[in-house]
């Protein structure tokens, strides 16, 4: 899964208007057209999108959707974490604080996509890359994360 494919994903279970995306991306620092976002969306074929989506570029999409729900904070300069093998975990600690979400909040999501997870392996997705009890998250949670939170939201 890339990047397009989790906004794409993300977008549809949020329940987010072309308009907002393009509002979200800059609050988060971006500028993205409409119709650039909507090259971000359309696939050239089974693998490929017209507009590739760069690390920064996603976390910059996720940075906004925080400030988005939550405000902008003062004299903050946002870290650039995100890279391709941590995008899930990242994108997961995201829409947790965007959300405003408990952890029992995101078990009972996981549930609602038929991911059974206790807190400690939840727990674990959310630590900080390089912590001892660190484990990175896969695609197919991310993708079931995404379908439980589609209920809630549309």
Do not use: W
């Not at 279970?13 to 409409?34: C, N, P, T, W, Y």
């Amino acid at each position: 899964m890339n990047h397009n494919d989790r906004l794409k994903r993300l977008r549809y279970a949020l329940d987010i208007r072309d308009v907002d995306v393009v509002e979200i991306f800059k609050l988060g620092g971006a500028v993205v057209s409409k119709e650039e976002f909507l090259s971000m969306l359309t696939m050239v074929d089974e693998e490929t999108y017209e507009t590739e989506i760069s690390d920064e570029l996603f976390e910059r999409f996720l940075n906004g959707l925080v400030t988005s729900q939550r405000g902008a904070r003062e004299g903050v300069e946002p870290v650039f974490e995100l890279r391709q093998r941590n995008a899930n975990n990242i994108l997961l600690k995201k829409i947790k604080i965007a959300l405003s979400l408990t952890t029992d909040d995101m078990i009972e999501i996981f549930e609602d996509g038929d991911i059974k997870m206790s807190k400690s392996e939840l727990g674990s997705f959310l630590r900080k890359e390089g912590h001892r009890n660190y484990k990175q998250c896969l695609d197919n949670y991310t993708k079931h994360f995404l379908l439980g939170l589609v209920p809630r939201f549309r």
